[in-house]
Every structure is written in C-alpha cells, then in structure tokens.
C-alpha cells in the first residue's frame, strides 16, 4: 500500500489491530469490519500518541440511513444515531476488559 506523507496521518499497528478485531469480533458476533486506507480528510492528534506509543485507532460509524442519520463530522448538520454510541461503548469497553485479562 501506498500512503502519501505530506500530512500526518493515522499508521495502526498490525497485530494490535488484529488482535483488538478479534476479540470484538468474538465477543460481538463479528461486528468489526477491516478497512485499508488512508482517510484523507481527517487527521487529528493521535497520531502524535502513535509516534510514541503502538496503538490502534478505529472510526465508529454514527449515520443510520434508514431514519435519514448521516453523521459527517464538523458539519453543520450533523447527528448521529445514539444506538451507534451505545455499540462503540459496549465494544470498547468489553475490548479494555479483555486486554486487561490478557495482560
């Protein structure tokens, strides 16, 4: 894969990505989707945390286009289906639990 260097940009570790998909995935029924890439639009500062410390970073949709929800961040129109909170709490702290188990 190719990415492009003029602007920071988020570089997840790979086993910790694997690692953390998984458990969601176990725990969750395969919830978590895999995406490649370089999103170009956002960058934000944990990429500065990533430089001094592996980590994973995931983007947790909110848009429900059945009841007309497209969440787009920073605009003026933006909102997001509350159920979509609630799975990105269910999932990230299920996948804290877990890691704090493993280590």
């Given at each position: 894969?190719v990415y492009?260097?003029?602007?920071?940009?988020?570089l997840?570790?790979?086993?910790?990505?694997d690692?953390?998909?998984?458990?969601?995935?176990t725990?969750?029924?395969?919830?978590v989707?895999?995406?490649h890439?370089?999103?170009?639009?956002?960058?934000d500062?944990?990429?500065?945390?990533?430089q001094?410390?592996?980590g994973?970073?995931?983007l947790?949709?909110?848009?429900?286009?059945?009841?007309?929800?497209?969440?787009m961040?920073?605009a003026?129109n933006f909102?997001?289906d509350?159920?979509?909170?609630?799975?990105g709490?269910?999932s990230f702290?299920?996948l804290?639990?877990?890691?704090?188990?493993?280590?």
């Amino acid at each position: 894969m190719v990415y492009l260097k003029e602007n920071e940009t988020v570089l997840n570790d790979t086993k910790l990505t694997d690692k953390a998909i998984k458990i969601i995935n176990t725990i969750y029924n395969n919830r978590v989707l895999k995406a490649h890439g370089q999103i170009s639009y956002f960058n934000d500062d944990f990429i500065y945390f990533q430089q001094k410390v592996t980590g994973v970073y995931f983007l947790l949709g909110g848009s429900n286009l059945k009841d007309g929800i497209i969440a787009m961040n920073h605009a003026p129109n933006f909102r997001v289906d509350e159920e979509s909170v609630k799975i990105g709490v269910a999932s990230f702290s299920s996948l804290i639990i877990e890691r704090t188990n493993i280590e």
